[in-house]
């Protein structure tokens, strides 16, 4: 059975930093690109970051780019999201999302087939 | 950056068929995937690639996608598929992927 639990999410001052972590079983993690979407209180989805199976690829979303950074660590079937500069608009539930095909890096592979139950971020003074 | 666009609501009595549309500028040219969200629960994948669905989606939903919309059809609707439901594409533009703004299902 797929799993993952994300872990990280707190109560984080504006301009604060914050690491979210991703804990992935069920699957053979370095095969899989993995990625973090966001969804703001009572509003819609919105996504956030990839990074490919072999970690060679990231890609981010605008509002994102430049203060967030994705890693992984397929040794400890890990997957990571730094977050700096951190802003109001970033309060949201942040989930870790694995991909729905293996050892692929195209987009045309890049469907969010299993989702974790997601870490809350707040970010207020 | 590409921009989709979802009604954010659709009602529709039991039993009958509901029709979600996901418009984009030539989206017909993409994939579209769709998720469905309930209440406090994590999203989950229904349909993807436009029209196949994962194993364990009912075939009561499909999907279709041609020109600047996209559709995700519920027939014979039941009480269960009340939920929220999302399109989202790749734009390889920016390379970024987009979701749109989800609409709310309601059963009657």
């Known amino acids: 059975e797929v799993k993952l639990v994300e872990s990280g999410g707190v109560v984080v001052q504006p301009g604060g930093s914050l690491r979210l972590s991703c804990a992935a079983s069920g699957f053979t993690f370095d095969e899989y690109t993995m990625h973090w979407v966001r969804q703001t209180p009572g509003k819609g989805l919105e996504w956030v970051s990839l990074i490919t199976y072999d970690g060679g690829t990231t890609f981010y979303a605008d509002s994102v780019k430049g203060r967030f950074t994705i890693s992984r660590d397929n040794s400890k079937r890990s997957l990571s999201l730094e977050m700096k500069s951190l802003s109001i608009e970033d309060t949201a539930l942040y989930y870790c999302?694995?991909?729905?095909?293996?050892?692929?890096?195209?987009?045309?592979?890049?469907?969010?087939?299993?989702w974790g139950q997601g870490t809350v971020v707040t970010v207020s003074s | 950056s590409y921009v989709l666009t979802q009604p954010p609501s659709v009602s529709v009595a039991p039993g009958q068929t509901a029709s979600i549309t996901c418009g984009g500028n030539n989206i017909g040219s993409k994939s579209v995937h769709w998720y469905q969200q309930k209440p406090g629960q994590a999203p989950v994948l229904v349909v993807y690639d436009d029209s196949d669905r994962p194993s364990g989606i009912p075939e009561r939903l499909s999907g279709s996608n041609s020109g600047n919309t996209a559709t995700l059809t519920v027939s014979r609707v039941e009480a269960g598929d009340e939920a929220d439901y999302y399109c989202q594409v790749w734009d390889t533009t920016s390379d970024q992927s987009i979701f749109g703004g989800g609409t709310k299902l309601t059963v009657l």
């Open positions: 999302v694995k991909d729905q095909l293996n050892l692929c890096t195209s987009s045309s592979c890049w469907v969010f087939e299993y």
